[in-house]
């Protein structure tokens, strides 16, 4: 078995999906399923079976599972050791975030990046997805969660506090929330169950049970723009009104109880490389210019 059987493999089997394996992989989805097809060939085996809920494991897929992912650790390491020493500020240097990190500060420094070191080639992916750094789905993560990982370099960008927010348009039909109501007569925005870990039955430490939950989205950038939009209030991070001045915080001594904390991750290999240095390096620039502004 090759490493490009095992990725492959290992696509399927995390993906689901022929289709999805294939997004994974950047190639299209026939190549997958053809590789796949000489994989079980070869092995004289039956790896996967098709069903409603997608392509499962066999017993003999769950057999090699182990193997495959020692083996894309393997080649993985040597991967990102052979780059580890490249002074080269050149090549392509993969980094994932949120939608609303990207548009606010991510975007601003790969202009920089851009300006500064032309041959760098920034490829962003935006996801509430925590990408695997170990297999190397990305070279530097900006998270809103700290990982645990001890092979990961984890470093502080920013932190700020999570406060009320709503719009004159929306305070004009509403009015502002008052203290011990519950939110009565209040239209309330929050995200959807599992894109974050710090959202309860209150909003800045209020309840908010007597209030009309009107949307439910699936990101910060949509969370901000539904609230911007006048439609609603909402817990946001306190720093937005420097960008979106139409932002009113209500009832600015309360917030909540955890702040919007921001992480750039890397993998501990990839540490001496020049570009990847050199991206990182930029994006906090980025947030400590900006937060010295908020």
Not at 127 to 136: V, Y
């Amino acid at each position: 078995m090759n490493w490009d059987d095992v990725r492959i493999f290992l696509a399927v089997y995390r993906a689901g999906t022929l289709r999805g394996a294939a997004d994974l992989l950047g190639i299209d989805q026939t190549t997958v399923g053809r590789r796949l097809t000489a994989l079980e060939q070869q092995l004289g085996s039956k790896l996967f079976l098709r069903t409603t809920g997608g392509w499962v494991l066999t017993s003999a897929g769950r057999e090699i599972l182990s193997t495959a992912e020692e083996i894309e650790q393997l080649a993985v390491s040597f991967e990102r050791r052979s780059e580890g020493s490249d002074e080269r500020m050149e090549g392509e240097v993969h980094v994932t975030t949120t939608d609303a990190l990207a548009v606010d500060f991510v975007i601003p420094a790969i202009e920089h990046i851009q300006a500064r070191y032309p041959a760098i080639r920034v490829t962003l992916t935006t996801t509430i997805r925590l990408l695997n750094l170990g297999r190397r789905e990305a070279d530097i993560a900006v998270r809103t969660q700290r990982p645990e990982q001890p092979d990961l370099i984890v470093r502080k960008l920013s932190a700020w506090d999570v406060g009320l927010f709503a719009t004159q348009k929306y305070l004009d039909v509403f009015g502002e929330p008052e203290s011990n109501t519950g939110f009565a007569g209040h239209r309330i925005a929050l995200y959807r169950a599992g894109v974050t870990q710090h959202q309860d039955e209150r909003l800045v430490g209020e309840r908010r049970d007597k209030g009309r939950i009107v949307a439910e989205l699936d990101s910060s950038l949509m969370l901000t723009t539904f609230i911007r939009a006048g439609q609603a209030l909402a817990e946001l991070p306190a720093y937005l009104p420097q960008k979106y001045p139409e932002l009113i915080r209500l009832w600015p001594d309360r917030s909540r109880n955890k702040p919007y904390e921001v992480w750039l991750v890397m993998h501990q290999d990839l540490a001496h490389t020049a570009r990847v240095r050199a991206v990182m390096n930029t994006i906090a620039d980025e947030f400590r210019l900006q937060q010295q502004t908020c």
